[in-house]
């Protein structure tokens, strides 16, 4: 996730790193939000936070489906089925999911059978196949995993609607609007899910802290290798950035003034920060799932052609990252990242962003995620597929905060 881009266009607190050297300045250069207005309030209030590497209850790795493009969203015909496309959400899949699954069921819409099948019950898969219950249609997910056991619960579960998301230059202006689109969809429909009961949506408290202000980053160096000359993304201004497209719905960062917040570091920005508890929203989308009549079948698929077997005409294809295999897509370049979680803390209710390192108290674990330790920017991970927990980086993003909380006064005594 990027927490640049609570800045950079009023977005989310989401974990991003280097890049959030663009945090301060908008598109056009112009200082955004409510950057300067000192406020050490909401730092003041907080819990103390004591981690250690002895309680990390689990490490776990994810690969974000990233397109150069954008996510895939066309349509196509293959064994006498309609294939409606809707895969490669980089890091932003929680995020758009709701608005993605509605461009998904409006193709679907188009076609004369009323009987669905989506593949896939990832996050994409799951409210695809909600989207189309709640339009009428009669829907059954096939899948090999259900959510519980998908790349998607092992993401770091916050609103980053433009993480990894696709380049500027290859996914062109219709994209942006698109997605503008997907993100005003999805930020409306989660807005239907908080205040209730387990909280499986809520917003925290989320502070993004560095030890400098950060500096204006640059669009792409052209002298050097691109994604254009290589057939991958090589640097980290080629990302693209549409958070500023939506900065009328998002809530503002406030500056917390330079050398007197509670942290103790020099440049500390609070704003609240939407995130998704697993746990509880997972299960709440599998009842609704259930409740409306819709079915599940454990099917793995090998070949496209393995589609030619299904009952139903119209399928909305939705295996994420494992595009690259069963649907021969090479265009999913693997982005690797983990998280490590500690046990729930019910004092902490906020979520903070320190030295490329990101932690959220959620109901179900502290999450701890070291996704930028090297300070490579959206680089980190790209193109890296090994889905092996590192202990060691796990314990370096703990020792982040630890470090931070020992350093800070406000929690000392
Ligand atoms: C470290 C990390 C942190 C992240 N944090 C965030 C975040 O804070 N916010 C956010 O919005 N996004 C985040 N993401 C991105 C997000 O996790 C992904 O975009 C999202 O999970 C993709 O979901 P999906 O449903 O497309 O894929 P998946 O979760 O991989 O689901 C794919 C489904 O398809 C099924 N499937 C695949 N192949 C087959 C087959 N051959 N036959 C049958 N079934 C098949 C699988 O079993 C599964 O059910 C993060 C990603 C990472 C790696």
């Not at 050297?21 to 103390?48: I, N």
């Amino acid at each position: 996730m990027r927490r640049r881009q609570i800045f950079a266009g009023g977005i989310a607190l989401g974990a991003l790193g280097a890049p959030a050297v663009r945090a301060l300045v908008g598109p056009a250069g112009a200082v955004t939000g409510v950057a300067g207005v000192s406020d050490t309030g909401p730092g003041s209030r907080l819990a103390p936070f004591r981690p250690r590497a002895d309680q990390i209850t689990a490490i776990k790795v994810c690969l974000r489906p990233f397109r150069a493009a954008g996510p895939r969203l066309d349509v196509e015909h293959v064994a006498g089925k309609t294939v409606i496309h809707n895969y490669g959400h980089g890091g932003s899949g929680w995020s758009l999911s709701w608005g993605s699954a509605n461009i998904a069921v409006g193709k679907a819409a188009a076609m004369p059978d009323r009987r669905i099948a989506v593949i896939g019950c990832g996050i994409i898969g799951l409210t695809s196949a909600l989207t189309a219950l709640r339009a009428g249609f009669d829907v059954t997910i096939y899948a090999r995993d259900l959510l519980p056991h998908t790349r998607s619960v092992r993401a770091n579960g916050s609103w980053t609607p433009d993480s990894r998301i696709a380049l500027t230059a290859q996914a062109g202006p219709a994209f942006a609007d698109l997605w503008e689109q997907m993100a005003r969809y999805s930020w409306a429909t989660y807005r239907d899910y908080l205040g209730l009961p387990g909280n499986p949506i809520e917003f925290v408290d989320s502070y993004v802290m560095a030890d400098a202000p950060p500096e204006q980053e640059q669009g792409p160096d052209l002298a050097k290798p691109t994604y254009t000359t290589t057939g991958r993304p090589q640097q980290s201004a080629e990302f693209a950035q549409y958070g500023a497209r939506i900065r009328d719905i998002i809530p503002a960062e406030t500056a917390l003034a330079d050398g007197t917040n509670p942290f103790g570091v020099a440049w500390a920005r609070h704003a609240p920060l939407m995130i998704y508890n697993f746990g509880a929203y997972g299960h709440l989308l599998l009842e609704e799932f259930h409740q409306a009549g819709g079915r599940m079948v454990v099917r793995e698929f090998h070949t496209p052609a393995d589609l030619g077997a299904l009952p139903e005409k119209t399928v909305i294809n939705c295996p994420g990252y494992a595009a690259r295999d069963w649907w021969n897509d090479d265009s999913v370049i693997p982005v690797r990242g983990q998280t490590a979680w500690l046990p729930p803390d019910p004092t902490l209710h906020y979520g903070l962003d320190y030295r490329g390192a990101a932690m959220i108290a959620k109901s179900d674990g502290v999450m701890i995620q070291g996704y930028d330790l090297d300070r490579l920017g959206e680089m980190a991970g790209v193109g890296n597929s090994f889905e092996h927990p590192d202990r060691a980086e796990a314990e370096r993003a703990v020792g982040v905060f630890a470090d931070l909380f020992s350093r800070s006064q406000a929690w000392r005594g």
